[in-house]
C-alpha cells in the first residue's frame, strides 16, 4: 500500500462522482492523508438490487490494475474475473478463429462487472477513516475565483457550499464540473458523437457454455460488429455496435429476426429469438462519445479526470484503465512535488493531456480494425509478424494491441512505436521485392 503514514492529516480533498474513477481517486488520496469527501448524484449504487448504467462488464488490462494494486484490491478484483487470452472471431458461416493476444508471453485482458467493481471501490473508499462518502448530492455550481463549490441534497434539496485544497471532477463524459471549465477563457473542448450506437443483449447462463471460454468475442461484419464479454454466472453480455441508420431501420420482429438470421446465425439461437425481441425492442441504443479538452486543471485547485477529461469510444477497452491511469499519475506527481497541489493541477495537464488524446484517437482507429481489419489477410499477415519478431526482439517488438494493454508505456509512445515498426516493415518488403526484380532481370539476361 501507499501509506503515508508520517504525513500530518493537513490537506482536504473533494472528489465528485462516485463511478470507477472517483471512488478509487478518493482511496488513494486518503491513503496520502488527505481528508476526502466523495459527492455522487446518485444513491450508492452498494444499497440497490441492480444499479442501470452503461455496459454490464469491461475488459480490465494492466493500466488499471497497476492503480489497483496501489490500493489493495487487483487481487481480489481478478478473482472477479475472467481472462480473456485473445478475440475469437465469428465469420458468417458460424465457423470461429481464435486470434491470441500475446502467444509470446500468453497475457491476458479480464472481463469483470461494473458493478461489482465500482462496489468494491466504494467499500474500500468507506473504510478509510480519511473519507466521508455523500451520495444524492450533486454538483450545481462552481465559482474559480473563491474556490467555493456548490451541491444540492436530491433529496431534501438543501444547499451546501464547500471547498478544499483539491478540487476533482471525476463525474464522467458529461461532466458538471467540466462545464464550469468550458465557460472560462483559452478552456478547448471538442466532442464527437460517432453515428453508430451500442446496444447492450445477453446470452444466458444454460447457454453460455456453448461459447468457446476465455476470449472476447467478435462478429466483424464491415460496418457494423458485435462483441461477447464473459460473467462469472456463466453468461455472457453481448454489444451490438452499428450505425443508428440501422437500427432505426429494424422496425419489428421479423425484420429483427430476418437481420440476425442473415448477419449473426450462430448467435442467434444462443440469445435466443424471444429475449432477443425483448431486449431490441425494450431498449434503445446508446450514443458513443469523444471528448478531448487542452487543459484539465484550473486555478491551482481544479481538476478533471476519467471521462470528464477524456472520454473515449470503447474499442480500445481503455476507458476505464486510463481513468485508473489517471489516478495513478496524480499519486505519482503528489509524489513529485511533496504535495503541492497547485503545481500538481499544471503538471497533470502537462502530462497527461497528449497521452489522452493519443488513446482518443487509438479507440477510434480500433473500431475499424476490430469490425473491418480483423477480417483481411494482411491483419493476420501483421500479426503473424509481429508475434515472430516479438519472440525474436522480446524488448524491442512490442506489438500496439500489447502496449497498449499489457504496458505502462505512454499511449503517444504506443503509437509511435507502431509508425516505426510500419516503416521497417515496409523498406523491408520494399527491399524485398527490389531483390527478387532485380534478380529475375539478371537471371532473363543470362
Ligand atoms: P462514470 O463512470 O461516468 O462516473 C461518473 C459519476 O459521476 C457517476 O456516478 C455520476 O452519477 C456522477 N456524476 C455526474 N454528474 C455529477 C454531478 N453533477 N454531481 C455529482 N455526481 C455526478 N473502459 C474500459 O477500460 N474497458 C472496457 O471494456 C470498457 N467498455 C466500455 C463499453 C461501453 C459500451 C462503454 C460506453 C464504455 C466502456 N468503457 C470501458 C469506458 C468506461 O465505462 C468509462 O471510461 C468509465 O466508466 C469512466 O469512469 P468515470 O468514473 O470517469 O465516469
Given at each position: 500500500?501507499?501509506?503515508?503514514?508520517?504525513?500530518?492529516?493537513?490537506?482536504?480533498?473533494?472528489?465528485?462522482g462516485?463511478g470507477l474513477?472517483?471512488?478509487?481517486?478518493?482511496s488513494?488520496l486518503?491513503?496520502?492523508?488527505?481528508?476526502?469527501?466523495?459527492?455522487?448524484?446518485r444513491?450508492d449504487?452498494?444499497k440497490l438490487?441492480s444499479?442501470?448504467?452503461r455496459?454490464i462488464?469491461l475488459?480490465?488490462?494492466?493500466r488499471?490494475?497497476?492503480a489497483?494494486?496501489l490500493?489493495?484490491?487487483e487481487?481480489?478484483?481478478?478473482?472477479?474475473?475472467?481472462?480473456?487470452?485473445g478475440?475469437?472471431?465469428h465469420n458468417i458461416?458460424?465457423h470461429?478463429?481464435s486470434?491470441?493476444?500475446?502467444p509470446?508471453?500468453?497475457?491476458?485482458?479480464?472481463?469483470?462487472?461494473?458493478?461489482?467493481?465500482?462496489?468494491?471501490?466504494?467499500d474500500?473508499a468507506?473504510?478509510d477513516?480519511n473519507?466521508?462518502?455523500c451520495?444524492?448530492h450533486k454538483?450545481t455550481d462552481v465559482?474559480?475565483?473563491?474556490?467555493?463549490?456548490?451541491?444540492?441534497s436530491?433529496?431534501?434539496g438543501e444547499?451546501l457550499?464547500?471547498?478544499?485544497?483539491l478540487?476533482i471532477g471525476?463525474?464522467?463524459?458529461f461532466s458538471?464540473?467540466r462545464?464550469?471549465?468550458q465557460?472560462?477563457?483559452?478552456?478547448?473542448?471538442?466532442?464527437n458523437?460517432?453515428?453508430?450506437?451500442?446496444?447492450?443483449?445477453?446470452?444466458?447462463p444454460?447457454?453460455?457454455?456453448?461459447?468457446?471460454?476465455?476470449?472476447?468475442?467478435i462478429?466483424p461484419?464491415?460496418?457494423?460488429?458485435m462483441i461477447?464479454l464473459?460473467?462469472?454466472?456463466?453468461?455472457?453480455?453481448?454489444?451490438l455496435?452499428m450505425?443508428f441508420?440501422?437500427?432505426?431501420?429494424?422496425r419489428?420482429?421479423?425484420n429483427?429476426?430476418?437481420?440476425?438470421?442473415?448477419?449473426?446465425?450462430?448467435?442467434?439461437?444462443l440469445?435466443g429469438?424471444?429475449?432477443?425481441?425483448?431486449?431490441y425492442f425494450?431498449n434503445?441504443p446508446?450514443?458513443l462519445?469523444?471528448?478531448?479538452c487542452?487543459?484539465y486543471?484550473?486555478?491551482?485547485?481544479f481538476?478533471i479526470?476519467?471521462?470528464?477529461a477524456?472520454?473515449?469510444?470503447?474499442f480500445y477497452?481503455?476507458?476505464?484503465?486510463a481513468g485508473?491511469?489517471?489516478?495513478?499519475l496524480?499519486?505519482?506527481?503528489?509524489?513529485?512535488?511533496r504535495?503541492?497541489v497547485g503545481?500538481?493541477?499544471?503538471?497533470?495537464?502537462?502530462?497527461?493531456?497528449?497521452?489522452?488524446?493519443?488513446?482518443c484517437?487509438?479507440?477510434?482507429y480500433?473500431?475499424?480494425?476490430?469490425?473491418?481489419?480483423?477480417?483481411?489477410?494482411?491483419f493476420v499477415?501483421?500479426?503473424l509478424?509481429?508475434?515472430?519478431?516479438?519472440k525474436?526482439?522480446?524488448r524491442i517488438w512490442?506489438?500496439?494491441?500489447?502496449?497498449v494493454?499489457?504496458?505502462?508505456?505512454?499511449y503517444s509512445?504506443?503509437?509511435?512505436?507502431?509508425?516505426?515498426?510500419n516503416q521497417?516493415?515496409?523498406?523491408t518488403?520494399s527491399?524485398?521485392i527490389?531483390?527478387?526484380?532485380t534478380?529475375?532481370v539478371?537471371?532473363r539476361?543470362?
Amino acid at each position: 500500500r501507499n501509506y503515508q503514514q508520517d504525513r500530518p492529516l493537513t490537506k482536504s480533498a473533494i472528489v465528485i462522482g462516485g463511478g470507477l474513477v472517483g471512488s478509487l481517486c478518493v482511496s488513494l488520496l486518503a491513503q496520502r492523508g488527505y481528508k476526502v469527501t466523495l459527492f455522487e448524484k446518485r444513491g450508492d449504487i452498494r444499497k440497490l438490487e441492480s444499479a442501470n448504467g452503461r455496459s454490464i462488464n469491461l475488459a480490465l488490462s494492466h493500466r488499471g490494475r497497476q492503480a489497483l494494486k496501489l490500493i489493495g484490491i487487483e487481487d481480489e478484483a481478478l478473482s472477479h474475473s475472467i481472462s480473456m487470452k485473445g478475440r475469437l472471431l465469428h465469420n458468417i458461416n458460424g465457423h470461429t478463429k481464435s486470434v491470441i493476444y500475446d502467444p509470446v508471453s500468453n497475457q491476458c485482458i479480464y472481463s469483470i462487472g461494473r458493478n461489482y467493481l465500482n462496489r468494491a471501490l466504494l467499500d474500500v473508499a468507506e473504510k478509510d477513516p480519511n473519507v466521508r462518502l455523500c451520495f444524492h448530492h450533486k454538483l450545481t455550481d462552481v465559482d474559480f475565483q473563491t474556490g467555493f463549490i456548490t451541491l444540492k441534497s436530491i433529496k431534501s434539496g438543501e444547499i451546501l457550499q464547500t471547498t478544499a485544497d483539491l478540487i476533482i471532477g471525476a463525474d464522467g463524459a458529461f461532466s458538471s464540473l467540466r462545464s464550469f471549465m468550458q465557460k472560462t477563457a483559452l478552456f478547448n473542448f471538442s466532442q464527437n458523437f460517432i453515428d453508430h450506437g451500442y446496444l447492450e443483449l445477453c446470452i444466458p447462463p444454460e447457454r453460455g457454455g456453448k461459447l468457446h471460454p476465455n476470449h472476447l468475442h467478435i462478429w466483424p461484419r464491415r460496418e457494423l460488429m458485435m462483441i461477447a464479454l464473459p460473467n462469472l454466472d456463466n453468461s455472457w453480455t453481448v454489444t451490438l455496435f452499428m450505425p443508428f441508420k440501422k437500427f432505426e431501420s429494424i422496425r419489428n420482429s421479423e425484420n429483427l429476426l430476418h437481420f440476425f438470421n442473415d448477419i449473426f446465425p450462430d448467435a442467434l439461437p444462443l440469445i435466443g429469438e424471444t429475449e432477443l425481441k425483448n431486449f431490441y425492442f425494450s431498449n434503445k441504443p446508446s450514443a458513443l462519445v469523444s471528448i478531448k479538452c487542452n487543459r484539465y486543471d484550473m486555478n491551482g485547485k481544479f481538476l478533471i479526470i476519467g471521462d470528464a477529461a477524456h472520454a473515449m469510444v470503447p474499442f480500445y477497452g481503455q476507458g476505464m484503465n486510463a481513468g485508473f491511469e489517471d489516478c495513478f499519475l496524480l499519486n505519482e506527481i503528489l509524489n513529485e512535488t511533496r504535495d503541492d497541489v497547485g503545481r500538481t493541477t499544471v503538471l497533470f495537464t502537462k502530462k497527461r493531456q497528449i497521452e489522452a488524446n493519443a488513446i482518443c484517437d487509438l479507440a477510434m482507429y480500433n473500431y475499424e480494425e476490430m469490425r473491418d481489419l480483423v477480417t483481411k489477410p494482411s491483419f493476420v499477415i501483421r500479426k503473424l509478424l509481429d508475434t515472430y519478431l516479438a519472440k525474436i526482439f522480446p524488448r524491442i517488438w512490442i506489438p500496439l494491441y500489447n502496449s497498449v494493454s499489457f504496458s505502462h508505456m505512454p499511449y503517444s509512445k504506443c503509437i509511435e512505436n507502431k509508425h516505426w515498426q510500419n516503416q521497417i516493415l515496409y523498406a523491408t518488403f520494399s527491399l524485398l521485392i527490389l531483390v527478387m526484380a532485380t534478380l529475375v532481370v539478371l537471371l532473363r539476361a543470362i
